[in-house]
Every structure is written in structure tokens, then in C-alpha cells.
């Protein structure tokens, strides 16, 4: 890997970099980046690929002096206001504070995840980051072909540990029970509700489970009702029409006062579908949707975020450092901000939810739905 042939404005920069990464245990929280992103290109016959910095002519991706980061997208495409922007966000930070070239590749099915991964080993960049567990086996596939590349799989879950592939995953069941304990605690009726993606997902799965155990814990009688798209990850989380019809059925056969939506444009379509046809809550998922999915704003409460910019972003600098670690590397969970509904949202409350967070990533309260609070505030809002 070219580490410190680099100029001397990156070098500082690394220095820079390293002091952080070490000072703040690995767990960066940066503002959340607005980012403007490029327009979808239709892809023919070759992959789309969108530049964002200049390229130097006399340079490539193989030479010492020249940082190359390639992100492939899921099918979910770039800009889906979830799962694969909020990686992309960590390579465009990369950018920026790293001096990195970064390019994406869009995925339109998943027939083509092994042609855009090589797209990038093929030019010798140093590192690729995939993203979505539908990535897995092409991300392995390719990495042991290509071992001075490190490979970032995002939410895929390494069983096996190879040196220059990193999983970045996340305790999406703990994100989860955090969204279920608020939603609960809001709920007014009893009765709340989950769109998702496909069961055929880990993470979704997870998200889930965690949603429904964080509600059970604060309201052991409490009705729910969740619903995974009914086909595979090639399409399940980029079916806008079957997100809204469902959100629909939904709140007119059950009546849930509150619904997670959790499955890339699907999700956001039950999201919006909550805002614009009832009086019901709403709650985002895998970044702060509330920046990604403005016709929500009405319903939408608050995000199970996944801090997915933040690991991406820890992991290029770990591999420009030359100390990128390989296995399995836990990001950060958490629920974004209350926005316009955070005066309405009692202290008490906030404080509870703080307190779940660090007792769930201290594994002092289980998300296997065993757990019942002897108390919990409740939360009376309106929309």
C-alpha cells in the first residue's frame, strides 16, 4: 500500500488523522455533511462511474503518489437517501480531509456486483468499499485476488478473517431497540407498526427483532405489526410502490400510531406515505432521515441511525496510515435528532433514551426481547 511517499500536506494531514482516530477511541462524530450529489447516469453497457476530483493526467490509481478510494453502490443507487449515501458521505469526507481520488460505480442488479468491484482492482486503487450485505461474496471473491487492496464491506459480517478486508458492521438490533422503546413510549393507542426490507437480509432482520423487543420492553401488551418485503435484496429495497401501498394497508386495517420505516427507498416511501395520509409517527432509519427525506418531516420523529460515514471514513484512514484492521470493525448506533418535534419530547425522556443507549452498547440490557423496564416516561406529541 503507498502510505508515506505522499506529499507532504497529506503527511500532515495523517498525523492529524492518526491523533484523532487514537484520542477519540475510534469513535469520530463529525456534523453530519450536507452533500450535493452528482446526477444518476443511465448506465449502458459499462458501469456508471462518476468522477468527483480532477483527475492529475499523468498519474493513476498505481503510482505512490495518488490515494485512490472506489465505492460500489447496492442496487439501492447512490442518492437513496440512506444505506449507500450515508457510505458515500465517509469517502467523500475521505476526499476532503484525506486528499483521497474517489469515484463510485452504481449497481443496477446484482449480477453486476464482481464486474464493478474489479472495475476499481483492475485500476489499482487502494482501497474499494462495497456496500450491503448482497456484496459479501463478490467483496471476498475479488479481495483474495487482489491482496494489496483493502477492501471495506459495508454490513457484511466477516466469518472469516482475511487481511485486507474489514466488515463494517453494526448492532443494528441495538439501533433497533432504541427506535421500538420511543416509539412505544410515544404510542397512544398501543398498536405501532414496521415497512421493511427483505427478511433475506441479516441487518433487516435485526433492525427488526431489536424494534420489537425495545417496544415489548416498555410496553409488554403492546401490538405490533411488521412487514418484510416479499422479495430478494435485488429488489427489495427500491420498490417505492410496494412501500406505499403497504404503509397504506397498514394504517387502515391496524391503525398504528407510529411506523418504522427501514428498507433504502422502500422504507422512505412508507415514511412519506405515513406523512402525507395520517395523524401517525414516524421513524427513519440508517441515517438522520430527517436531512434525506423532507416530505417526512411532518410524521418523522426521529432515525435508528447507523454512524455508516463515520466507519467508512475511520477505515480509509486507517488503510492510508497503513494500519487498517481486518475482520470485523463495529461503527456506531445511535438515534438522530428529535428536530421539531425535541420540545415536545419531555427531559425526562431524552435523558431515559441516553441512558438506554449506553446501557444496550454495555450489554447491560439484552435486545432478545426478555427484557421488560419496571418504568418508562411516557411521551405525548402531536402532529
Not at 143 to 149: D, E, G, L, V
Request: glycine share 8%.
Amino acid at each position: 500500500m503507498k502510505k508515506f511517499t505522499l506529499e507532504s500536506k497529506r503527511f500532515s494531514l495523517l498525523i492529524l488523522i492518526s491523533l484523532a482516530l487514537v484520542a477519540c477511541g475510534l469513535e469520530l462524530t463529525p456534523p453530519s455533511p450536507t452533500v450535493a450529489l452528482p446526477t444518476q447516469t443511465e448506465v449502458v453497457a459499462e458501469p456508471t462511474i462518476i468522477p468527483t476530483a480532477t483527475a492529475v493526467e499523468e498519474l493513476t490509481c498505481a503510482d505512490e503518489a495518488k490515494f485512490c478510494v472506489g465505492l460500489v453502490t447496492d442496487v439501492g443507487l447512490i442518492d437513496d437517501k440512506s444505506f449507500n449515501q450515508s457510505a458515500w458521505e465517509g469517502v467523500l469526507r475521505a476526499e476532503t480531509d484525506l486528499l483521497a481520488d474517489v469515484q463510485f460505480v452504481q449497481t443496477r442488479t446484482s449480477a453486476e456486483y464482481e464486474q464493478n468491484i474489479l472495475y476499481f482492482a483492475e485500476q489499482d486503487y487502494d482501497v474499494i468499499v462495497t456496500v450491503g450485505f448482497g456484496l459479501s461474496e463478490s467483496t471476498i471473491v475479488t479481495a483474495s485476488k487482489y491482496p494489496n487492496i483493502d477492501f471495506i464491506g459495508v454490513d457484511q459480517f466477516q466469518g472469516t478473517e482475511y487481511d485486507n478486508v474489514a466488515g463494517l458492521i453494526f448492532p443494528n438490533d441495538k439501533a433497533g431497540f432504541l427506535a421500538g422503546a420511543l416509539a412505544a413510549m410515544v404510542s397512544q393507542n398501543g398498536r405501532i407498526g414496521a415497512v421493511l426490507g427483505t427478511a433475506d437480509v441479516p441487518p433487516v432482520v435485526a433492525f427488526k427483532e431489536g424494534y420489537e423487543a425495545g417496544a415489548y420492553a416498555v410496553n409488554p401488551d403492546i401490538e405490533i405489526v411488521s412487514i418484510y418485503h416479499p422479495g430478494g435484496a435485488d429488489v427489495a429495497f427500491t420498490d417505492v410502490a410496494w412501500g406505499s401501498s403497504t404503509t397504506l394497508l397498514l394504517l387502515d386495517e391496524r391503525n398504528p400510531d407510529v411506523i418504522f420505516g427501514a428498507g433504502g427507498t422502500t422504507g422512505n416511501a412508507a415514511l412519506i406515505t405515513v406523512a402525507e395520509n395520517s395523524d401517525a409517527f414516524c421513524i427513519g432509519v440508517d441515517t438522520d432521515q430527517w436531512l434525506t427525506v423532507p416530505d417526512a418531516h411532518s410524521c418523522l420523529i426521529t432515525s435508528a441511525v447507523k454512524e455508516i460515514a463515520d466507519g467508512v471514513f475511520e477505515l480509509v484512514a486507517w488503510s492510508l496510515l497503513d494500519e487498517f484492521p481486518s475482520g470485523n470493525y463495529v461503527g456506531g448506533v445511535a438515534l438522530a435528532p428529535f428536530h421539531d418535534f425535541g420540545e415536545s419530547i419531555p427531559a425526562d425522556a431524552q435523558a431515559f433514551l441516553i441512558d438506554l443507549k449506553a446501557d444496550l452498547l454495555n450489554d447491560v440490557v439484552p435486545t432478545d426481547g426478555s427484557y421488560v423496564f419496571p418504568s418508562a416516561p411516557s411521551v405525548n406529541i402531536q402532529r
